[in-house]
């Protein structure tokens, strides 16, 4: 599936990157950007689906990674999931989606509430009328209002009955912890995602306990970046529904507080067995609920077979 906006370039400047494919051993090593002698190529992987955007000026890459990874996340709120099938069978919301989505090779309509405006989410019922008629109903008939102001990212004369707002704060930890659960180093990736039902032009102000902590930040365009640079709170006109409020890294200078107790021991038999011990349960002290808690342990192609003791718990092969 492909794409053009400003010019057609030829199809075989693909062939470049299906060279750097073959050299990879996994689709992970291909490298982001390759470079040829008219072009440049940025790519990345998701959902085992190669997106690769051809640039024919220098541009800023993580510019251009970004809006292939706003067009995958696109997808994935229209249609459920972003495959090979799903793609194929909304084939044509796709090209409206990306004609929208770039103007003339820039970014134009790019939040998810004004691009619903513009083309309507598929449905059962619209798929049928659509077949039925011939014609596409997915397109709006009217410019989406609000696109045209200093505040695009949201739709004028929003109402609800009842005003709402959700914030979901979502972090990664990235840990190593000895065999006596000691945590030797951890550093965080966290998000913050937000549902805002809120009627009319809302100013909303978000302020953290230790905001110090958190190092290399990325917000949404909505965020007022001068404030927080001098005051470190977050203060800005959401958007209206869904959406990533800012992404944040806490390193592993600072002291990370692990929600779990890990603690594991691996011994060796005579012959070629061996054992592998490993105690996962929640700290109490940190007075937080812990759920749905998943252990994944890779095993090294040499291991022939294994048995396991859950207790408690269930293991999945």
């Not at 044509?92 to 309509?109: H, K, R, S, T």
């Not at 998000?191 to 190092?215: Q, V």
């Not at 209206?240 to 806490?250: A, E, N, T, W």
Request: charged share 20%.
């Amino acid at each position: 599936m492909e794409k053009h906006w400003r010019s057609v370039i030829n199809k075989s400047i693909c062939d470049y990157f299906f060279e750097a494919q073959s050299k990879a051993s996994n689709p992970e090593d291909i490298s982001p950007i390759i470079s040829t002698p008219h072009h440049y190529l940025i790519n990345t992987f998701r959902n085992n689906l190669h997106f690769v955007a051809v640039v024919t000026t220098e541009v800023p890459p993580l510019f251009v990674l970004e809006f292939l990874h706003r067009a995958c996340d696109t997808f994935e709120d229209y249609f459920g999931d972003c495959t090979e099938s799903i793609l194929k069978e909304h084939y044509v919301i796709v090209f409206e989606l990306l004609d929208e989505m770039l103007d003339n090779g820039f970014p134009l309509a790019m939040e998810m509430n004004v691009l619903k405006e513009l083309i309507k989410p598929p449905n059962f019922l619209r798929t049928i009328t659509d077949t039925v008629t011939g014609k596409s109903t997915s397109v709006g008939a009217t410019l989406p209002t609000g696109q045209l102001s200093n505040i695009p990212w949201r739709r004028t004369g929003v109402k609800y009955t009842n005003n709402e707002a959700y914030f979901d704060v979502i972090e990664e930890i990235d840990a190593i912890i000895d065999k006596n659960g000691t945590t030797v180093i951890a550093e965080i990736q966290g998000y913050i995602d937000c549902l805002i039902k809120l009627s009319g032009m809302p100013d909303l102000t978000l302020t953290f306990i230790n905001p110090r902590l958190l190092d290399d930040v990325s917000f949404h365009p909505c965020v007022r970046f001068k404030r927080w640079e001098s005051e470190k709170i977050l203060s800005f006109v959401p958007p209206d529904g869904h959406f990533r409020l800012m992404s944040y890294h806490i390193g592993s200078n600072n002291m990370v507080a692990i929600p779990l107790y890990l603690r594991h021991n691996i011994s060796f038999r005579e012959g070629s067995s061996g054992r592998f011990d490993v105690t996962v349960c929640p700290k109490q002290t940190m007075g937080k609920t812990v759920e749905n808690v998943v252990l994944e342990v890779p095993f090294p192609k040499t291991v022939l077979n294994a048995n396991f003791d859950p207790q408690p718990g269930e293991v999945l092969l």
